[in-house]
């Protein structure tokens, strides 16, 4: 079975922190592993997707990597923003885009 | 170039009634996956549209149906109601190359069953 744990299930940090959020799954055999951003009360917003051949993606001050012998993924956010403050969503997927989530790291970043 | 679509943004229902939701995937997009995500929780797959037929099923009720169409777009409808259907849900576009298999989500309709 599948399972994706996210630590911790929040975290708050003063503002040009930088930080690490932590992607746990059960499954090794993971095809894709796809890290969004959640505002209160909307979508998802696509952050980085790291396929199974690739160890790492980035984007700005975001940096993911993926670990699939060890079965974690985690996200680096450089110089923390308030802007940066939601809750942060891993998934992997398996096959056909069938997407397994964590329930998330709720993050505030204060000024 | 517009991304995925939902319609309607909020919605309140009673218990037992039954529910029509939409979505218009990123253009390009062929694949639609249709997700239940609870207060405080992850999304959880309820199922996916490839070519207008139910490709995978995620653990939920045969209450819960959906349907593509030939312009990809999809709606999942959901019948007799209950509390616990009080959810946010989302809706997810994909390309099926099965090469990149990047997912994108739309704001989501917010479903309240009083």
């Known amino acids: 079975k599948q399972e994706v744990t996210q630590i911790p299930a929040a975290l708050s940090v003063p503002e040009g922190e930088n930080l690490v959020l932590n992607c746990s799954f059960t499954?090794?055999?993971?095809?894709?592993l796809q890290w969004f951003r959640q505002d209160p009360g909307k979508g998802l917003t696509s952050l980085l997707l790291?396929?199974?051949?690739?160890r790492e993606q980035t984007s700005g001050r975001l940096n993911a990597s993926l670990d699939k012998s060890s079965g974690r993924s985690t996200l680096y956010i450089a110089a923390s923003q308030p802007g940066d403050s939601a809750t942060y969503l891993c998934a992997g997927s398996y096959n056909f885009n069938k997407f397994y989530f964590g329930s998330g790291t709720k993050l505030n970043v204060k000024p | 170039d517009a991304g995925v679509t939902q319609s309607p943004t909020h919605l309140i229902k009673t218990r037992g009634q039954q529910v029509t939701l939409r979505c218009s995937p990123k253009s390009g997009h062929d694949t639609v996956s249709w997700y239940q995500q609870a207060l405080g929780q992850g999304p959880q797959f309820i199922f996916q549209?490839?070519?207008?037929?139910?490709?995978q099923r995620g653990n939920f009720p045969d209450r819960f149906s959906g349907h593509q169409f030939p312009n990809y777009s999809s709606e999942l409808n959901v019948n007799a109601l209950l509390l616990g259907d009080s959810a946010l849900y989302l809706c997810?576009?994909?390309?099926?190359?099965?090469?990149?298999?990047?997912?994108?989500f739309g704001p989501g309709t917010r479903l309240t069953v009083l």
């Open positions: 499954d090794s055999a993971i095809y894709n």
């Open positions: 549209y490839y070519e207008e037929e139910e490709r």
């Open positions: 997810a576009s994909s390309l099926s190359d099965g090469l990149v298999n990047e997912q994108f």
């Open positions: 790291i396929q199974s051949s690739q």
